[in-house]
């Protein structure tokens, strides 16, 4: 556990981005973390915190500290008869929290499989997929004030959680680091398969009345199909987020653009997906050098290779550009970039 100089980052982020850390101190017990942080961080540096680094796109050398969490357990905190609270450590992948859930029929998560990552960072950006968020299954994290060098517990309403949002993405960026997260599940689940795509699955798959297992199934094998693997092509999933316009502005889109997709919020809002303004913008399957824009999924920008993270953030960039001139719509990046 003693910190490494100089580090490369290349195996440390699904962009495969070529990248170096000044330092890098990978934690992997929960009981000596504060006094493993403290220990080594003097606070005169940068501090980065990393999971799988599945949002994360690097620019450059970090020329500070990154502290990769690595810390493991998944237990049972509490039940009751209809309910039960896991605990999961922050260094946890994502998909094994998933599995553990799935192979005791607790439901809740199995809308979430396959999304890479560690547990720590799924309450970073309330991660979703398929009608479902983190939040609706969060009960309680418990994160390291770097600053002030306690442990501070946040409850759901402390966390601020929205579309790939949360307070830890704002106001207190930076400054906790996340070791564990209690998830409130159900022991009698009720499987949410609204999300036309999935009901399609279930009935290719010949599933009619579908539990867990069979939900997780299907949106394991739309994903397979959708999302490029960062093992084969180096990609942190959606780029953008999907942009939110008011009502009134879409009703003006939809006049000159009558095939433009929305989904009304209940405010009266619309979420438009991003993929769509991209593809009408012709980037689908664009290339510029190493950097690219997936063939199928234009939310996803990928590297080809070689790629730096600024060629991808460049490539980006031009995208944005190109959806403000042409809707007036601005696309914000769901990706971290340092
Ligand atoms: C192919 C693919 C598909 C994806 N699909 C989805 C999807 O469907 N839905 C979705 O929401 N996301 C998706 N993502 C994005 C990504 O998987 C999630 O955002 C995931 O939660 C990132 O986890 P990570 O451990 O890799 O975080 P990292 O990339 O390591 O870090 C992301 C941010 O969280 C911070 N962070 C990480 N761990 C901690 C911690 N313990 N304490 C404090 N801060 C921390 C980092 O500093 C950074 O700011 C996808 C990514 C890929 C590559």
Request: with cysteine; charged share 25%; glycine share 10%.
């Amino acid at each position: 556990m003693k910190p490494r100089e100089n580090v490369p980052l290349k195996e440390l982020n699904t962009f495969g981005v070529d990248a170096r850390a000044r330092y890098l101190l990978d934690i992997d017990t929960c009981e000596n973390l504060a006094g493993c942080l403290e220990g080594y961080y003097s606070g005169n540096l940068p501090l980065l915190i990393l999971g799988g680094g599945s949002n994360i796109l690097f620019t450059g050398d970090y020329h500070g500290w990154i502290v990769l969490v690595n810390t493991k357990g998944i237990g049972i905190l509490k039940e009751d008869s209809s309910h039960v609270w896991v605990r999961a450590e922050a260094g946890e992948v994502w998909d094994d929290l998933v599995e553990y859930a799935l192979a005791r029929g607790y439901g809740g998560l199995e809308n979430l499989i396959c999304i890479p990552g560690k547990v720590g960072a799924s309450p970073i950006q309330n991660i979703g997929a398929y009608g479902v968020e983190m939040k609706d299954r969060f009960h309680s994290l418990q994160a390291y004030d770097i600053h002030e060098k306690k442990t501070r517990t946040f409850l759901k309403e402390d966390c601020r959680f929205g579309y790939r949002d949360s307070i830890f993405k704002r106001e207190l960026q930076g400054r906790f680091l996340i070791t564990s997260v209690v998830f409130k599940l159900d022991k009698h689940p009720r499987v949410h398969t609204s999300y036309g795509i999935v009901a399609e699955q279930l009935r290719e798959n010949k599933v009619s009345d579908p539990g867990i297992r069979d939900v997780a199934e299907a949106i394991a094998a739309i994903r397979s199909r959708k999302l490029p693997d960062p093992d084969d092509l180096g990609n942190a999933g959606s780029f953008f987020k999907n942009p939110v316009i008011s009502g009134g502005v879409y009703a003006r889109l939809k006049l000159q653009y009558p095939d433009i997709p929305g989904y009304r919020l209940p405010a009266g809002d619309v979420k438009i997906p991003a993929a769509w303004l991209i593809d009408r913008c012709g980037f689908k399957g664009f290339r510029k050098g190493e950097a690219g824009v997936h063939e199928f999924q234009p939310l996803v920008l990928v590297n080809h290779g070689k790629a730096t993270g600024r060629d991808i953030l460049a490539l980006g960039d031009s995208i944005r550009s190109a959806v403000w001139e042409r809707f007036g719509i601005r696309l914000d990046r769901e990706v971290w970039v340092v």
